[in-house]
T-cell receptor, first 114, second 114 residues
């Protein structure tokens, strides 16, 4: 099973709303990631969790708040977003190791901020 | 930090022709180079990857070559088919940290005409 499951698939939210994106994997991977992808652009790394600890924050605005409750789950809490935050948000996971392990992407959550 | 350049941005070929996409990277510490295919509205999917201790890797119609000295790597698709039409992203990472901080190229839109 190489599945990374993301919910919801589509989300429309107002600029004053609070919402969350959820991600789950059952591959035993200990590294989990959030990427943001705008139309016709490559994915951009936002956060990396390794062994449930935040290892990388790529200077992401505080209106995005990640959380890793356990080794299988990753959340992205959204608050006071701007219309320019509308994008595809991709969760991913990989084995923690030193051999260049494959990153598996979820199907993504399409976010529209109105 | 790492910077990955990718060319061409668009590539149109006839079915059965070969397609070549080229990437260069800047950080000599990068040692893992995956290629992702992304169809419209879908997640990036790994199609092939190569590690820095290997110069070439093949998987059926797809091959990747790596020149560490010149810091460039290429994707070769032979006998292209219409279903190969998609956006292709190269990426580079230093896998020694135990997780993948992938830096993506800007993408190549491949169109295969029947």
């Amino acid at each position: 099973d190489t599945e990374v499951t993301q919910t919801p698939k589509h989300l429309v939210m107002g600029m004053t709303n609070k919402k969350s994106l959820k991600c789950e994997q059952h591959m035993g991977h200990r590294a989990m990631y959030w990427y943001k992808q705008k139309a016709k652009k490559p994915p951009e790394l936002m956060f990396v969790y390794s062994y449930e600890k935040l290892s990388i924050n790529e200077s992401v605005p505080s209106r995005f708040s990640p959380e890793c409750p356990n080794s299988s789950l990753l959340n992205l809490h959204l608050h006071a977003l701007q219309p320019e935050d509308s994008a595809l948000y991709l969760c991913a996971s990989s084995q923690r190791g030193f051999s260049g392990n494959t990153i598996y992407f979820g199907e993504g959550s399409w976010l529209t901020v109105v | 930090g790492e910077n990955v350049e990718q060319h061409p941005s668009t590539l149109s070929v006839q079915e059965g022709d070969s397609a070549v996409i080229k990437c260069t990277y800047s950080d000599s510490a990068s040692n893992y180079f995956p290629w992702y295919k992304q169809e419209l509205g879908k997640r990036p999917q790994l199609i092939i990857d190569i590690r820095s201790n290997v110069g070439e890797k093949k998987d059926q119609r797809i091959a990747v070559t790596l020149n560490k000295t010149a810091k460039h790597f290429s994707l070769h698709i032979t006998e292209t088919q219409p279903e190969d039409s998609a956006v292709y992203f190269c990426a580079a990472s230093n896998a020694n940290t135990g997780f993948q901080k992938l830096v993506f190229g800007t993408g190549t839109r491949l169109l295969v005409s029947p």
